[in-house]
């Protein structure tokens, strides 16, 4: 009786949490040293949270002069992974250069995030994360990057309805 009613009390807790999954997200490249004066913004894709990879890369993109890394991110219902499967080198030093996700969204998603640091081989600060209502933002400058690289940030995704 006892483990059923603890069983029924998480699957409770996991029901009653917010998820990505189904949400429309946009994902975007960024380089700044003010945020209202970007130096660099790549093309923009926007998509629906499912099962696999949501955006990739497979070789540089060139924009302006400036050569986008091949990336590729997996949005997974409260975890976002980003690996590099090719080409290797070091990004662009700025006070932000990375990737923005931007969730459809019109109230705070966010309650707050952690670095799988088990997975996660890039030298990742928790400064380097910060979110602002439905976005999530990952700062990799000065960082290296490779097939062996790659990040995992679990989300405390709020009950948000989706838009």
Do not use: H
């Amino acid at each position: 009786m006892i483990r059923a009613f603890a069983l029924a009390l998480a699957l409770a807790s996991a029901a009653g949490a917010g998820t990505l999954d189904g949400r429309q997200v946009t994902f975007a490249t960024a380089t700044w040293d003010d945020p209202a004066a970007p130096i660099f913004e790549g093309p923009t894709k926007t998509v629906t949270v499912g099962r696999g990879v949501e955006f990739g890369m497979e070789s540089d993109v060139v924009v302006n002069g400036l050569s986008m890394v091949p990336v590729q991110v997996e949005i997974q219902p409260q975890r976002v992974e980003v690996t590099f499967p090719m080409g290797m080198g070091n990004f662009y030093v700025a006070p932000f250069n990375g990737y923005v996700l931007r969730f459809d969204t019109e109230c705070a998603l966010f309650a707050g995030w952690s670095v799988d640091r088990e997975f996660t081989t890039l030298p990742i600060k928790d400064s380097d994360i910060f979110t602002d209502g439905g976005a999530i933002y990952i700062n990799v400058s000065g960082m290296s990057y490779g097939p062996d690289e790659q990040l995992a940030v679990d989300l405390d995704v709020t009950d948000c309805p989706i838009s």
